[in-house]
């Protein structure tokens, strides 16, 4: 099994909701990541967590909160989003520890829309 | 930071050969990538090149790393119609945790 798998492909959500992003691996990954990409644009890294410890947080505002219950999962809790964070939410897993490519092996997006 | 560039579009008829270009700034990159973007998926990486190395063959795809001038090329032969899609250069220090992404290439295969 070579998947990421995220849920779910499209949110529509207000700038008063509470929602979550789902994501899952069972490739044995020990590092999760969180980008996001807008229109035309590279994925921008939001998140790493390595052996499920937050690693890396590239100055995502509090808005956004990550969650890593267990190797194999990784969530994103949204709240209170404005518009601009509408976007394409990607996941991520690389196989973690070293020696290591750093490949990263994505799933197939989050659709998120704020209105 | 890290700093990595690529032309922002690339048309060529079936058949004929693509070159995507990439430049990057971070001299300790230790890894250099290459991913392809379809509309509305995820990324899906198609090869890495180790930074000690100049060339790398994959079936249809060669990649030529010229370190000294930081720069990398993607070369895919016999282009198709599926090859059409972004494609992302990136580069890693090692550390695997962090891969900064190139601006993209899109790609247009004209029938």
């Known amino acids: 099994d070579t998947e990421v798998t995220q849920t779910p492909k499209h949110l529509v959500m207000g700038m008063t909701n509470k929602k979550s992003l789902k994501c899952e691996q069972h490739?044995?990954?020990?590092?999760m990541y969180w980008y996001k990409q807008k229109a035309k644009k590279p994925p921008e890294l939001m998140f790493v967590?390595?052996?499920?410890?937050?690693?890396i947080n590239e100055s995502v505002p509090s808005r956004f909160s990550p969650e890593c219950p267990n190797s194999s999962l990784l969530n994103l809790h949204l709240h209170a989003l404005q518009p601009e964070d509408s976007a394409l939410y990607l996941c991520?897993?690389?196989?973690?520890?070293?020696?290591?490519?750093?490949?990263?092996?994505f799933g197939e997006g989050s659709r998120l829309t704020v209105l | 930071g890290e700093d990595v560039e690529q032309s922002l579009f690339l048309s060529v008829r079936e058949g004929d050969s693509s070159v995507i270009n990439c430049t990057y700034t971070?001299?300790?990159?230790?890894?250099l990538y290459w991913y392809k973007q379809e509309p509305g998926a995820g990324l899906q990486l198609l090869t890495y090149?180790?930074?000690?190395?100049d060339m790398k063959q994959d079936q249809r795809l060669t990649v030529l790393l010229n370190k000294k001038d930081k720069h990398l090329s993607l070369r895919i032969a016999d282009t198709q119609t599926g090859d059409s899609a972004i494609y992302f250069c990136?580069?890693?220090?090692?550390?695997?945790?962090?891969?900064?992404f190139g601006t993209g290439t899109k790609l247009q295969v004209i029938p």
């Open positions: 490739m044995g990954h020990r590092a």
């Open positions: 990136a580069e890693s220090d090692g550390g695997y945790q962090k891969v900064t």
């Open positions: 971070d001299s300790s990159s230790t890894y």
């Open positions: 967590y390595s052996y499920e410890k937050l690693s």
């Open positions: 090149i180790f930074s000690n190395m």
């Open positions: 991520a897993s690389s196989q973690g520890g070293a020696p290591n490519t750093g490949e990263l092996f």
